[in-house]
């Protein structure tokens, strides 16, 4: 790869930047304008999921969006405060019990800075295929619970009560105890909030186009359902002096950009956090390049995995020194910029200028907003990520995935996100091992009339009896080495005249040394029993690493370029 290549691959702004046009420009800005009146609530309300204070949100909102721009390869996707990763940095800086709000931020932006740096070393070292070892429906059964989490803590702002727990048990037990302290007028206003923002989602785009509204129109008015939400309900608070009623707000947010500087680096609040920014890594990049891959594929355009992690890790780094904490790609604001017709990512850069005005200019407006609308606006976007189907669908098609889907919510709803995405990645590679450790071996015969060779279970093929052909359907590797061998000795063990075995290896890809072991040991083993053992149907790459080694000379049968050469030569007539 050439020096120009290089630096465009880790620069895919140079690609992208080089056919930038009026049309792109007016496309992009017109995206900007929908996702940042969809990001300004939104910013808000996840800062508060966090535990921080509201104009984190927006900090987190501005400087992300521009490094991902630069960095990121993904056209659409929008970057920013997401509700599972905020309410992980909840679990993570509440855990420490820190004295002040100043601290907690601290360690907010330290979690943020220690996540940049973990992605973007691992995209430096091309690590993306790595999120190839989670299992999706371990990570959806992650995130459905999570959002029963997020849903049910912010029901105390809904009731107007104070409640605390990271997990199912210890919220609604909290819930259960103030439940008594309810604030009516909180209450009403909270749920005329919530009512008000499903009825958005669902009947209002319809309404408008009875109306006759163009779509486009009728989308930016829909998207502006949480914009509309926050104006009304500040205004009734500030109108009606809900105040002295005890309802909660926002108060004052402090007007102007971010600050920037670089984390305090405190060598045990970061070996605290590291567990925690590597999950919260791990997880985000997950779910940013899931949606980042369907997006794309919409477009029949292409992202780098290794590239994304390079993107998210430095846009993590870039909310780090602008005082916000860890941020990914969020699948509803993407979703959006998508659908606004965005074309590249400037929209990103765009919308980050829209949240700076609105840092400058608008924070003193949200003096009034009360937490309970946030809290709705919260409560509505996290339960489009529930879908318990999931638990059907697994159920319907693996009995093993369902077990780990299961148990991934309970433990998730039984002590908390970080347990829960702990053991989301263990259980995503212990099924991993348990499939591959059990490899489907099919014994298989001769379709009349052909050269072809299928299971004998399943087909009406032509068998003979001194010849058994096993064909091995998955790598050989340390997990399941022992398995084949136990396989081959108990199929031997018989009163048939079996004078060859020959293993069919065109489903392998890998041969490693503890597979190499193990079929050095079936070698001989069926060697004591006057049985000869031959390969066929062995890939390149596994037979360059054969010859390596001493197995082919100590072979006692031979290697077959094709199936149906062994059984030309092996097989004997039925007598």
Not at 3 to 23: C, E, G, V
Not at 64 to 86: D, E, K, M
Not at 538 to 554: A, I, N, Q, T, Y
């Amino acid at each position: 790869m050439s020096r120009s290549a290089k630096i465009t691959r880790h620069l895919p702004i140079l690609t992208w930047a080089r056919t930038y046009d009026q049309t792109t420009l007016g496309a992009d800005i017109m995206a900007a304008v929908i996702v940042t009146i969809m990001l300004i609530p939104q910013s808000l309300a996840y800062a508060l999921l966090a535990g921080l204070p509201p104009e984190v949100g927006l900090y987190a909102s501005i400087l992300p969006l521009v490094a991902y721009a630069i960095f990121g390869t993904s056209r659409v996707l929008a970057v920013g405060p997401v509700a599972v990763v905020s309410l992980m940095t909840a679990a993570a800086v509440g855990n420490l019990d820190l004295p002040t709000t100043e601290a907690y931020i601290a360690a907010a932006v330290a979690l943020a800075f220690l996540s940049g740096l973990i992605l973007t070393a691992m995209g430096i070292m091309r690590l993306g295929f790595l999120a190839n070892f989670l299992s999706h429906p371990v990570i959806a059964g992650f995130i459905t619970a999570s959002g029963i989490l997020i849903a049910i803590s912010q029901l105390k702002h809904i009731l107007g009560i104070s409640a605390h727990g990271h997990s199912l048990p210890e919220l609604l037990g909290s819930l259960g105890s103030h439940l008594p302290e309810t604030n009516p007028i909180t209450l009403l206003l909270g749920t005329l909030t919530l009512a008000f923002l499903f009825w958005t989602r669902k009947g209002l785009k319809p309404l408008l186009r009875k109306l006759g509204a163009s779509s486009g129109l009728a989308d930016i008015v829909t998207k502006a359902g949480p914009v509309a939400a926050v104006i009304a309900t500040t205004f009734a608070v500030y109108a009606f002096d809900l105040t002295s009623k005890g309802v909660a707000i926002v108060g004052t947010v402090p007007t102007g950009l971010p600050p920037i500087g670089l984390p305090e680096f405190a060598p045990d609040l970061w070996s605290q956090l590291f567990l925690s920014a590597l999950l919260i890594s791990i997880i985000g990049f997950v779910e940013s390049v899931s949606v980042a891959q369907t997006l794309a594929a919409k477009n029949r355009q292409r992202i780098d995995p290794d590239q994304e992690l390079i993107g998210l890790g430095t846009s993590n780094i870039a909310s780090a020194i602008s005082g916000g904490y860890p941020v990914t790609g969020g699948f509803a604001r993407s979703v959006v910029n998508f659908d606004a017709g965005a074309k590249t990512p400037a929209a990103g850069a765009f919308t980050a200028i829209g949240i700076a005005g609105a840092a400058l200019f608008l924070t003193p407006l949200l003096f009034f907003l009360p937490k309970a609308t946030l809290a709705a606006t919260i409560i509505v976007a996290v339960l489009s990520l529930v879908d318990l189907s999931v638990l059907r669908h697994a159920w319907g098609y693996s009995r093993v995935d369902f077990a780990a889907v299961a148990t991934t919510i309970a433990l998730t709803l039984g002590f908390g996100v970080e347990v829960g995405v702990s053991a989301g990645v263990l259980i995503s590679i212990a099924l991993h091992l348990y499939k591959t450790s059990r490899p489907h071996v099919a014994e298989v015969g001769l379709v009349p009339t052909t050269q072809h060779f299928r299971n004998i279970l399943r087909h009406k093929v032509e068998t003979t009896p001194n010849l058994i052909t096993l064909r091995i359907d998955e790598s050989l590797y340390f997990a399941n080495a022992r398995f084949l061998e136990d396989y081959v000795y108990d199929r031997v063990v018989c009163n048939e005249p079996i004078t060859d075995v020959v293993l069919m290896c065109s489903a392998v890809n890998e041969i490693d040394l503890s597979a190499l072991e193990s079929l050095e040991a079936i070698n001989m083993r069926l060697s004591e029993l006057d049985i000869r053992l031959h390969l066929s149907e062995v890939k390149g790459p596994v037979m360059d690493r054969l010859k390596r080694s001493h197995f082919l000379e100590d072979l006692t049968g031979q290697v077959y370029l094709a199936q149906y050469d062994a059984w030309r030569d092996l097989s004997q007539p039925v007598s």
